[in-house]
Nanobody, 121 residues
C-alpha cells in the first residue's frame, strides 16, 4: 500500500514562510511527477506547483517568485518552500504524485491527507 504523508503546515503571519514536506511510503517502484495542490474554503482545488521526475517545474501564476518546489528522488520526498505568504494562500495543501508500486507496471495517482496552512493578515 502506497501513501503520501504531508507535514509542515501551520499558522503564520502575512509575509512569513512555511515549508511543507511530502513523503511517499510503501512499496515504491518509481515516481513520476510530484505536486502540491491547495483548496481554500468554498473554492475548488487548484494546482500550486509540480515537479517532474527530471526536475522540471511549473507554478501557478499566483505563487511564482514566492514558492519553490523541490524533490529528493532517492528519499521519495517533495518539499514546498513558501515565502512572502499572503492571506490568499490560506487553505488545505495536498501532496499529489504519480507512483508505480514495485509489483506493477502501472502508474497510479495518489493524494495525501492534506495539511492546513493559515496566513493571518
Amino acid at each position: 500500500q502506497v501513501q503520501l504523508v504531508e507535514s509542515g503546515g501551520g499558522l503564520v503571519q502575512a509575509g512569513g514562510s512555511l515549508r511543507l514536506s511530502c513523503a511517499a511510503a510503501g512499496r515504491i517502484g518509481s515516481i513520476n511527477a510530484m505536486g502540491w495542490y491547495r483548496q481554500a474554503p468554498g473554492k475548488q482545488r487548484e494546482l500550486v506547483a509540480v515537479i517532474s521526475r527530471v526536475g522540471s517545474t511549473n507554478y501557478a501564476d499566483s505563487v511564482k517568485g514566492r514558492f519553490t518546489i523541490s524533490r529528493d528522488s532517492a528519499k521519495n520526498t517533495a518539499n514546498l518552500q513558501m515565502n512572502s505568504l499572503k492571506p490568499d494562500d490560506t487553505g488545505v495543501y495536498y501532496c499529489n504524485a504519480d507512483i508505480r508500486e514495485k509489483t506493477t507496471y502501472i502508474f497510479r495517482n495518489y493524494w495525501g491527507q492534506g495539511t492546513q496552512v493559515t496566513v493571518s493578515s
